[in-house]
């Protein structure tokens, strides 16, 4: 498994991930096999979030309840969760008081005593800088949290929160694949004339943004076509992707999985390829794209697939 530096936590980690978003449903015996497929592939790096589950915090208490680590296990682990969503109300709150009350829920639930990473899961319009700054500088300075970032964040937004946040900003969760990826394509289409591709979406170069000021870029759903549930292996809607995908596939020796984590690993940021996949089978099938050396005519190759203009 390749790993990657984040430059301003000092952390060396695995570029893939396993996300708990999908596992209330499971049993013991099931998160334990999910988990040790991933640890067994190199991935010791594990992504939650305080709404994962049927409600508050319960994925995070299966993840617990079913591992039951001792302290030396946890030690070697990186545990990352979000928060900053309030699914019952249909808003997002990044206050003070709701930032310091969701990371103590989240420590309860996960049987820890420390975050490695904690994120802002979606940017929250009426946030106060500030106020972010005094609950990231009470979470650091008491042990609880180690290390910040955010998710689903344009460059301006960051930059907001840098006018106040003295932690730095490690991460940036945000939604990447062959077939979803906005932020990839705009700058490849930029000063297209008529291309709606070129079109700026998300502040204006975000991964250039993250390159230039040292944030992992994390990608989530790699695996998905874009905003709805179908992905990108679906034949009827992609056949000339997943012929150019299962044609790799073959060439390299690996399941389709690992040609589309390969797309993303391969990009120059080092990205992070946080998988939700609940099956084993899918991990170890992913696992193998994380130092797929992809050349340059393949990954073009795929980005045109997908229906992408390259001019």
């Known amino acids: 498994m390749k790993t990657i530096h984040m430059r301003h936590a000092d952390l060396q980690v695995p570029n893939m991930a396993l996300g708990l978003l999908r596992i209330a449903d499971l049993s013991d015996d099931e ?17 939650h979030a305080d709404i994962y589950g049927t409600r508050l915090h319960e994925c995070e208490e ?17 545990l990352q969760t979000k928060v900053g969503i309030v699914p019952d109300g249909g808003y997002y709150d990044h206050s003070y008081d709701h930032l310091i009350t969701q990371v103590e829920g989240s420590l309860r639930a996960l049987g820890t005593d420390r975050i490695d990473m904690l994120l802002l899961h979606r940017p929250d319009a009426l946030v106060e800088p500030e106020e972010v700054a005094r609950a990231f500088d009470e979470l650091y300075s008491s042990g609880k949290v180690r290390h910040f970032g955010v998710s689903n964040h344009t460059p301006g937004q960051i930059d907001l929160l840098k006018t106040a946040v003295t932690r730095p900003i490690v991460a940036n ?9 906005p932020i990839i394509a705009q700058g490849i289409a930029a000063n297209t004339p008529d291309s709606d591709q070129a079109a700026v979406r998300d502040g204006g170069g975000l991964i250039d943004y993250c390159r230039i000021n040292g944030i992992t870029i994390q990608a989530w ?25 299962d044609a790799l596939a073959a060439q390299y020796g690996v399941e389709p999985e690992a040609i589309a984590a390969a797309w993303i690993t391969r990009h120059p940021a080092d990205m992070q390829v946080i998988l939700g996949t609940t099956r084993p089978a899918r991990v170890r099938a992913a696992a193998a794209g994380s130092d797929l050396p992809l050349t340059r005519a393949e990954w073009y190759g795929l980005f045109s697939a997908a229906g992408w203009h390259v001019p």
């Open 221 to 245: 759903s790699p695996f998905k076509s874009g905003s709805g549930e179908s992905v990108l292996f679906d034949r009827g809607r992609h056949p000339e992707l997943t012929e150019r995908i």
């Open 173 to 181: 969760q945000v939604q990447l694949s062959i077939t979803h990826s």
């Open 62 to 78: 299966r993840f617990a309840r079913a591992l039951r680590l001792s302290s030396s296990e946890r030690d070697r682990i990186t």
């Open 31 to 47: 998160v334990r096999a999910l988990v040790t497929s991933a640890r067994d592939a190199g991935i010791d790096y594990f992504d």
